[in-house]
């Protein structure tokens, strides 16, 4: 049964305070947060700020995910605001190693993102030390993207990369998640799923998250 993680980026943010209610009152697992700075992505969405907010919303866990560059001047700051887990770009890291020894001694569990061109293969040396790989799997920036097929080809190899490395590391799959094709997600070997339109944009979000939790 995979945790489900809704993207507040999709959210009504006039009626945030709804939105949290019914998050709670949901099967989901866990809040999925992107922080977008214009640099590294082609938006920008909020800040610490907000994940406080969030955090004094709900007792759920609080998945921060850093789409900034220099993520290491920001990690204590989210942290302050209440995150339980940081993700940061392998692509917008110099020096990724620090910046998960960084995140995991402020009391964080440590993710790291890839973008769809990043091969699994550019993890190998820090899965060892992290709890979570989030794979994008649309072009991050923008939420409502349609889900990049040759994702499952990746899933099924960190799967494997993980599993012969004895790690109990949780791939999390964040872009183009739907009821169409959570299943084959899932069965390729991911622990995680985001989704954003497809929770907020529906007419039952919490009848959504009970049918995504099956899958």
Known sequence: MPIIAPSLLAANFLNLEAECRMLN????????????????VPNISFGPMLVEFFRKATTKTCDVHLMIVEPGNFAEQFKNAGADILSVHIEAC????????????LGMKAGVAINPHT????????LADIDLVCMMSVNPGYGGQQ???????????????IDEKGLKVQIEIDGGVTLENASSIVAAGADVLVAGNTVFKSADPKNVIARLKTC
């Open 119 to 126: 091969p699994v293969s550019a993890l190998s040396d820090v």
């Open 94 to 105: 110099h020096h990724l190693h620090r910046n998960i020894q960084q995140i995991k001694s």
């Open 25 to 40: 009152e949901s099967e989901a697992d866990w809040y999925h947060l992107d922080i977008m700075d214009g640099r590294f």
């Open 147 to 161: 889900f990049i097929p040759h994702t499952l080809e990746k899933i099924k190899q960190l799967r494997k990369m």
